[in-house]
């Protein structure tokens, strides 16, 4: 981004500079490099950072206003650090002396930039790409792991706080477990109603147990956040999962509203197992095929709950519920124990 950055600083002076002498093409590449570090790292870093959370909530009008800001604050801070570098002592920029061009110019490849990342977070950046290269056009088969993600007590929080109430807390929860699911290098997949789907390429998935780090990484913002969500809803929701990962079809679909839909048995089992999960009363449950897949953080316990036929399988599914060492209640069970509530 900073290479792009020092390119369009020669490309604005040969469109908008009628004499170069004083603004030679390197010295609009230094300009547009360090303009570039400003704007692409606050918007890279910065604005994705829990600081900016606040921020972020907000609505987008607001998000446009932050990158005008930004925009406003780099153009001359821009230009005061490459006059720096080039005098070889301290040189201050104020004010709109760099043009009004300048501004039009930045702000015209800032709400590019802006609308790319909005249509990346709606899609998904890999898929993005993705879809931008065709590979979807045709349908894909790929090893992917999957959580599936469920609010705790929904129907009886429905009644509670109204349609409306518990809209608004699940916009806060979808919201607060983007960090986790982003440090944990996962894709929210889809949100379905009160559930959230997350998804990772097989081995990015199960390399350092990313997929389990994920569910407690989340548990943990909503436990730390404990407080604001009773403030404001009056409640502390919990959350419950269930992991599972396999071959799926990915595929391209739709006209007038296109998508990525993942198609196959595995997605019907982890569904399958958030049902169990909910029915045996447990956080977190993983099929046993994947548990043979995934690296377990040390913390991890990994308890035998039971052997279950899942809707539409012939044969047993082997399931374990997964806890942390500080929070584990009970006895753990031996593989092949039987488990009852």
């Given amino acids: 981004m900073v290479g792009l950055s020092a390119l369009l600083g020669p490309i604005y002076g040969l469109i908008f500079v009628p004499d170069l002498s004083d603004r030679p093409l390197e010295v609009l590449a230094l300009d547009g490099a360090i303009g570039g570090v400003l704007l692409w790292g606050s918007l890279l870093f910065l604005w994705p950072s829990k600081i900016c959370a606040p921020l972020r909530r907000l609505a987008f009008p607001w998000h446009v206003l932050f990158l005008l800001t930004l925009t406003a604050i780099s153009i001359p801070l821009s230009a005061s650090i490459s006059g720096s570098i080039q005098s070889g002592k301290l040189f201050l920029i104020f004010g709109f002396g760099t043009g009004w061009s300048l501004y039009l110019y930045i702000l015209v490849i800032v709400a590019l930039a802006l609308l790319f990342i909005q249509i990346a977070k709606m899609i998904g950046p890999r898929i993005l790409g993705n879809m931008l290269l065709g590979r979807y056009n045709n349908p894909v088969e790929e090893l992917r792991i999957f959580l599936f993600i469920d609010l705790i007590g929904s129907t009886a929080l429905t009644r509670q706080l109204g349609d409306l109430g518990v809209q608004r807390l699940l916009t806060r929860f979808f919201f607060d477990m983007g960090q986790p699911v982003a440090e944990n290098e996962g894709e929210i997949h889809a949100y379905v109603g009160d559930e959230a789907i997350i998804t990772w390429p097989f081995e990015a998935g199960a390399k350092k147990g990313r997929c389990v780090r994920c569910f407690f990484a989340i548990q943990d913002v909503l436990n730390a956040n404990a ?115």
């Fill in 227 to 341: 407080g604001t969500y009773e403030n404001l809803f009056g409640v502390r929701p919990q959350i419950r999962a269930s992991l599972h990962g396999g071959p799926v079809i990915v595929s391209e679909c739709g006209d007038t509203k296109r998508s990525i839909v993942y198609f196959g048995d595995t997605m019907n089992t982890c569904a399958r197992l958030e049902g169990e999960a909910k029915r045996l009363k447990k956080d977190l449950v993983i099929s046993a095929e994947l548990l043979q897949a995934v690296n377990l953080p040390p913390e991890i316990v990994v308890g035998n709950l039971c052997e279950v036929t899942l809707r539409g399988h012939d044969s047993p599914t082997a399931l374990f519920a997964l806890s942390r060492t500080d929070s584990m209640q009970g006895t753990n069970l031996r593989v092949g124990e039987e488990y009852s509530e």
